[in-house]
């Protein structure tokens, strides 16, 4: 028996010991992540270099300090990706920085929404004006990616390789009929009969309005893309339409025939010719940029400059609370408004939007932050790829509000969703559950059984009222009446290009335009800005994504391009109170 104690305490005394190991072998591999993930790469950009984008993940606002964002768990190897403002800062200074020569963008199937690629676009557009070049090249390039490669001087596609150009497709999954399998009645009640968000869990297909709006808005930012294709490639709207309606490029052969490449060649070939561009013989010595080490080049306004404008992103869900890395807290939105109002060096403010919506009162509790943080000081909205429902109800109030023309907005409606589960609880799973009430409604909404009729007209009316404040809110920020609100409302969605002629914007342009406006109304010729909400530094960022979101990246590896799917569903069956918020198609391309 005390041999048996012997060898016990000796294994407990090995597994303590190792675990103890393991955990200082953990804390040296985050910690190595951590300083990986701080690194600044100061070096000076030697003469005769090449700014190279690579731009095939789903490019942020702007970059995160979280290590374990791009994080592989099963190759344990890290990529920082950049943000939208950095990939910005990068073309700038590749522009003016004397030592860059011309951009390569090294290119294949793109995940980033057109709004997103229209800002980087227009940036390439303007580079082009210091008569540097650009050349293009890829494997495979679809709408997407073709959208940049289209303003390059050169633009090159393997042999093996294809463009694919064959028009714009919209998809969403219409689920009732998974629900009514599994005993589940998702009850909708909302106001706006264009409201779309939680039509796909109530039917098995897509409605009239629906329909009306989509082909509307998804056909909006078709024509907007035929026309920029077109311009850049010198062909008539007409010509590129039937390459993609007759799919006349089957082949990078078919591409070049029409003009819409330069050529088809091997890497190596595109190789030798970037070789040449910058005087060298080797590809070898051809030194390229990385996007962060060009955008920490570029010549930043000095701190002796007291004056400030402060951009507060407003990314994600609109939730009550601080929020997360995918979600917007009315919490944090609000603290950096009130940051940015008592802060006498900020002139200005500049929200930049990109949000669907969410949660109705942390909206009109963000709305109202605005509003007294524009009493003091101009407020400017940008709008990124999304700004709809809760994410224009944010917006209403500002000065003026600026959107691409594919930026998605509107959505000016109010929802509720309850789940009646009686049918999975009593069926399905056997179980019976009695209830004791006091009060007629004590137990309205639970998932026990579906709303009665009286219950259904309770919680109209509470959407209709909301719908008629959003509406009256509308209208005061827009100067319009709630009756013209009213007319463009009704849920219904709209492009960037089709919001500008109603009203519900000012001006076409990304972040950098909505910034000059806001430096124009505080009459302010230098200046710096003020990122807000402030990023955690990478260790806090690390203690933050245990758990709960270490899994989400994970499972967003797993999924990859069906990551979107899972977590619209996921979202949709977790919306609580009254929701001010607009539901994406699954996928546009």
Known sequence: MKQFFKFMLASMLGVIISSIILVFVAIGMVGAIVASAGKEDKKEIEANSILQLKLDYVIPERSSNNPFEQFNFATLESTKSSGLTEVIKAIKAAKTNENIKGIFLHLSISPNDYATLESIRNELIDFKKSKKFII????????????????????????????????????????????????????????????????????????????????????????????????????????????????????????????????????????????????????????????KAAADALKETPFSVKEKIAVIYCVGDIVSGKGDQETMGSESIVASLRKAKNDSNVKAVVLRINSPGGSALASDVIWREVILTKKVKPVVVSMGAVAASGGYYIAAPADVIVAQPNTVTGSIGVFALLLNAEKLIKDKLGVNIETVNFGKYADMGTPTRPLTASEQAIMQKFIDRIYNDFISKVAEGRKLTTAQVDEIAQGRVWSGTEAKKIGLIDEFGGLDKAIEIAAQKAKLKEYRTLQLPEQKDAFEELLKNMGDNAQAIMTKQYLGEQYEWYNNLKKAVQYEGIQMRFTLPANID
Request: proline share 3%; aromatic share 8%.
């Open 136 to 291: 293009a090249y890829g494997e495979v390039m679809e709408e997407h990616s073709y959208y940049l490669a289209s303003v390059a001087d050169e633009i090159y596609i393997n042999p093996a390789g294809e463009l694919l150009i064959d028009g714009f497709s919209s998809s969403t999954p219409y689920l009732k009929g998974m629900f009514d399998k599994i005993g589940i009645e998702p009850q909708l009640i909302r106001h706006g009969k264009y409201k779309s968000a939680g039509e796909p869990l109530i039917s098995n297909k897509m409605s009239a309005e629906n329909r009306q709006q989509i082909e509307a808005y998804v056909g909006s930012m078709y024509n907007n893309y035929l026309a920029a294709i077109a311009a850049s490639r010198k062909k008539s709207v007409a010509e590129v339409q039937a390459m993609a309606d007759d799919l006349l490029i089957q082949t990078p052969e078919d591409a070049k025939r029409l003009g819409m490449i330069t050529g088809v060649l091997f890497e190596d070939e595109v190789q030798q010719i970037l070789t040449k561009k910058v005087g060298k013989t080797k590809f070898e010595d051809v030194k390229f940029v990385s996007t």
